[in-house]
């Protein structure tokens, strides 16, 4: 049961105690750590702290040329918003148009807040993150990503070297580790979808935790049906080990399948997890790449998608100008639901957070999509008291993340003080602020959005082959007798007559969903029409395909869907029926030919008739493995 406060309408978060982990329940606060905020007294004789001095720093400068916020044009939140030309460009620009980025030694500023210098950032530092870009995310979170959070008083934050990071912490927080002679009931339990990113399920299993997959469909995790959460729930088997109590689930863009998750799925989904007692772990590197056009799109082939109830966003936005300038005015929220501030925003589907009446909910955020993956910097969201045993955690393992990278994206988006400090941001001596940094996200998901719609229109042209047998005597041409035939060959001697017709076979290739989010499309091979299927095993035939695919003729790269199977059974039964493609890695200039050319190999690969092919193949194929193993490939990302 939620708890209220007198006069609050707003419940408490719940006290989630009671899954912490044995050593995150025995965590104190670090005594180094606390002391350090004395260290910002103002002219303060520090003769306590353990601390390098920083003028032996050999940097004395920070500086890039850094993109200035809107480099690349955007596409429109509504497909029916600005004309549909906004997506026929790959990557509509203004040129490599730059700023000079640059973090002084020092800067004269007193507050903490806004200063931004190597002096401060270089030295040991809070597990929180670095004050400025501590100060600037929190703001983003809770006021603009995150303004309805339900529960009095609303997350917190910490600064995480990445969402990987992000998910150990977390892990690490609210799970036991179990390992073969303990007792069964103590062996806990995490739920994912069935094709999962795989780093995750590689992080849980040496934990000891039971991998559980949940049903998905072309949105994502499913609540009802067979496999649906509330099935495997409902139906859990105790002999296996305790119920879950963790998801881990991305919700938009799912990877890999691309799926995103309604409004109305993620209630249902929460309900059960509050019947459940199961906290939601909500990996979302991909939710600013959201792509409004891609219903339409495939509807117009012939597609089906998921009716959007996403309206729970504010209903007091209006449409963003499409332009390189900026053009956002803050909006007051209205009066059921606060506005973001901004109309793209305000467009995407929410967190699970916008529902999280109990605090159950973990988010983990990321600079790898919207920065660099190098960056290795991210944040996580979640309740306070949660958030206080992650900071717990923090202070003992990486205390916080990179000071030269925390510096250099503080810098570009924040800027110095009003002129005091010595820096200069992104956009001339302010940095970027909130509103370039919004519209350089709005810049993003348009240039992605492009990509996807390249690479789907190219996908859907070549998704059948079609056999056309000779030509046939029209019908009304066999009823003819042969006098009136040739009465008609007199009368029609410029040659106009009835030309007859044709059998057109179509044969069904692959199959796939257009995604609503993300970076990848998930292809459905359909093995079944295959000349050689049943005469070979199904997943011989599959990585003979993928051999194919990568001789020089085609020279192209797909990741097999068998490494992101939840499970081995999973991986047999169905797992090699898939592959992954992401239009977001290869040169805007290669999308169009690489694409073509996967599609050109799928073809050449359903003409194979003979098994001697397939045996010439598979000896090419000099990566071998134990059967079930995944192997890790470096090029695939994430």
Not at 92 to 107: C, F, I, T
């Amino acid at each position: 049961m939620a708890c209220f406060k007198a006069n609050n309408p707003k419940p408490q978060a719940i006290d989630l105690s009671h899954h912490y982990s044995k050593t995150t329940r025995n965590r104190v606060a670090s005594s180094i750590k606390d002391f350090y905020k004395y260290f910002t007294i103002p002219d303060i004789g520090n003769l306590a702290g353990g601390l390098p001095n920083n003028n032996y720093f050999p940097f004395d400068t920070l500086e890039a040329e850094a993109a200035v916020p809107a480099r690349f044009v955007p596409t429109p939140n509504k497909p029916s918003d600005p004309p549909s030309d906004e997506l026929a460009a790959t990557s509509p620009s203004d040129g490599r148009s730059a700023k000079r980025v640059l973090v002084p030694k020092a800067a004269e500023t007193p507050d903490i807040l806004r200063k931004i210098d190597l002096k401060s950032a270089l030295q040991y530092g809070t597990a929180q993150g670095y004050p400025p870009l501590y100060s600037f995310v929190r703001q983003f979170t809770r006021e603009n990503m995150h303004p309805n959070v339900p529960y009095d008083g609303g997350p917190e934050i910490i600064l995480t070297c990445g969402a990987t990071d992000g998910f150990a912490k977390s892990l690490e927080a609210l799970s036991n580790t179990w390992s073969e002679g303990d007792p069964i009931n103590l062996k806990e339990g995490m739920l994912v979808e069935q094709y999962a990113y795989m780093n995750a399920i590689q992080a849980a299993k040496p934990r000891g935790l039971n991998i559980v997959p949940v049903a998905i469909d072309k949105e994502g995790m499913c609540a009802e049906g067979p496999h649906g959460l509330r099935d495997v729930l409902e139906n859990w088997d105790t002999s296996k080990g305790k119920q879950p109590h963790l998801i881990y689930t991305v919700t938009i863009g799912q990877n890999p399948t691309s799926g995103t998750l309604r409004v109305s799925r993620r209630k249902a989904i929460y309900a059960l997890c509050v019947k459940y007692d199961v906290i939601i772990i909500e990996d979302d590197p991909y939710w600013y790449l959201q792509y409004p056009s891609a219903k339409a799109s495939a509807l117009r082939h012939g597609g089906t998608l998921p009716t959007s109830d996403d309206a729970t966003r504010p209903s007091g936005s209006k449409p963003s100008p499409i332009s390189g300038r900026f053009s956002y005015i803050r909006k007051k929220p209205v009066a059921e639901r606060k506005s973001s501030g901004y109309p793209f925003l305000d467009s995407l589907v929410p967190s699970y957070l916008s529902i999280d009446y109990q605090g159950r909910v973990v988010r983990l955020d990321t600079f790898s999509k919207t920065v660099a993956p190098g960056c290795r910097l991210g944040w996580i969201t979640t309740q306070p008291a949660l958030c206080e045993r992650l900071l717990r955690i923090t202070e003992t393992s990486t205390q916080q993340p990179s000071g030269f990278v925390q510096s250099m994206i503080a810098e570009l988006i924040m800027g110095p003080d009003n002129g005091h400090g010595k820096g200069m941001g992104g956009k001339g001596e302010g940095g970027w602020q909130m509103d370039g940094w919004v519209r350089w996200l709005e810049g993003l998901r348009g240039n992605y959005e492009r990509r996807m719609k390249v690479m789907c229109s190219i996908l859907e042209e070549g998704k059948e082959i079609i056999k056309t047998e000779g030509q046939r005597r029209s019908l009304a041409a066999v009823a003819k007798t042969e006098a009136e035939e040739a009465e008609e060959e007199e009368e029609d001697h410029d040659g106009d007559g009835d030309e007859g017709w044709s059998v057109v076979e179509k044969t069904q290739l692959y199959d796939f969903n257009w995604p609503r989010g993300g970076m990848f499309v998930w292809l459905h091979l359909r093995f079944p029409t295959h000349p050689l299927y049943g005469k070979v095993p199904h997943r011989t035939l599959a990585q003979a395909l993928f051999v194919h695919l990568t001789t020089p003729k085609y020279l192209v790269l797909a990741c097999p869907g068998t490494i992101f199977a939840a499970t081995d059974d999973i991986r047999t039964d169905t797992g090699w029926q898939f592959l992954r493609l992401c239009f977001a890695a290869v040169d805007e200039d290669r999308l169009d030919r690489f694409t073509r050319n996967l599609v050109a190999g799928i073809h050449g690969f359903w003409a194979i008739t003979k098994l001697p092919h397939v045996a010439q193949l598979l000896a090419k194929d000099v990566v071998t493995h134990a059967p079930g193993e995944v192997v890790r490939v470096t090029g695939f990302g994430c």
